[in-house]
């Protein structure tokens, strides 16, 4: 089954720039989409369809996708952003939601 | 507004069974396919099952095929996991989403979860 790939963490100083990425075999020729969870709640999609923001979501959230690799950027990072990251497809393969395994983002 | 909550969850011993329900509200149900996506404690999310608009299509992963049956009312507006056969691994918090529109497309609304533990 198709495998996506998060780091575990990243780590980001207030106002920076955080890049999370999300590997998987020929991702770029899939539609990632991005979730941001935090402690005790449920998941939120922030970013569809590579880098498509639903409404309310700051416009600090961008996404990209090319090749193996598809990354979620947040710019000018707040101490609100410090979150667990998932990034997900629609394997056509299997006929299955795909997640990657999560990546915790902390503010320094 | 689009509002999911679940329902159902509980401690239930190893072989046993559990039915989860969803009532879902703020949207026209029967036209948005619908998601059971699981996150066991400390560990990332897993998706589920998923089924269409009409019910007539559903899908499910490999870990729950053949134990646990999507359903879904759409006179009622309900959404429903039959749980059967479970195992310590599927103890989790269990959450219905909307999905975005078919059931190929993310999903922009989430329930608040139910939790399910399987233990003796």
């Known amino acids: 089954s198709y495998v996506l790939t998060q780091p575990p963490s990243v780590s980001v100083a207030p106002g920076k720039t955080a890049r999370i990425t999300c590997r998987g075999d020929?991702?770029?020729?899939?539609?990632v989409h991005w979730y941001q969870q935090k402690p005790g709640q449920a998941p939120v999609l922030v970013i569809f369809?590579?880098?498509d923001r639903p409404s309310g979501i700051p416009e600090r959230f961008s996404g990209s996708n090319s090749e193996n690799t598809a990354t979620l950027t947040i710019s000018r990072v707040e101490a609100g952003d410090e979150a667990d990251y998932y990034c997900?497809?629609?394997?056509?393969?299997?006929?299955?939601?795909?997640f990657g395994g999560g990546t915790k983002l902390t503010v320094l | 507004e689009v509002l999911l909550l679940e329902s159902g969850g509980g401690l239930v011993q190893p072989g046993g069974s559990l039915r989860l329900s969803c009532a879902a509200s703020g949207f026209t149900f029967n036209t948005f396919a619908m998601s059971w996506v699981r996150q066991a404690p400390g560990k990332g999310l897993e998706w589920v099952s998923g089924?269409?608009?009409?019910?007539?299509?559903?899908y499910y992963a490999d870990s729950v095929k053949g134990r646990f049956t999507i359903s879904r009312d759409n006179f009622k507006n309900i959404l429903y996991l039959q749980m059967n056969s479970l195992r310590a691994e599927d103890t989790a918090v269990y959450y219905c989403a909307k999905d975005q529109a078919g059931y190929t497309y993310p999903c922009d609304y989430w329930g608040q979860g139910a939790q399910v533990t399987v233990s003796s």
């Open positions: 369809y590579d880098g």
């Open positions: 997900q497809v629609w394997d056509t393969g299997s006929d299955h939601k795909v």
């Open positions: 020929n991702v770029g020729s899939k539609s």
């Open positions: 089924i269409s608009g009409s019910g007539g299509v559903t």
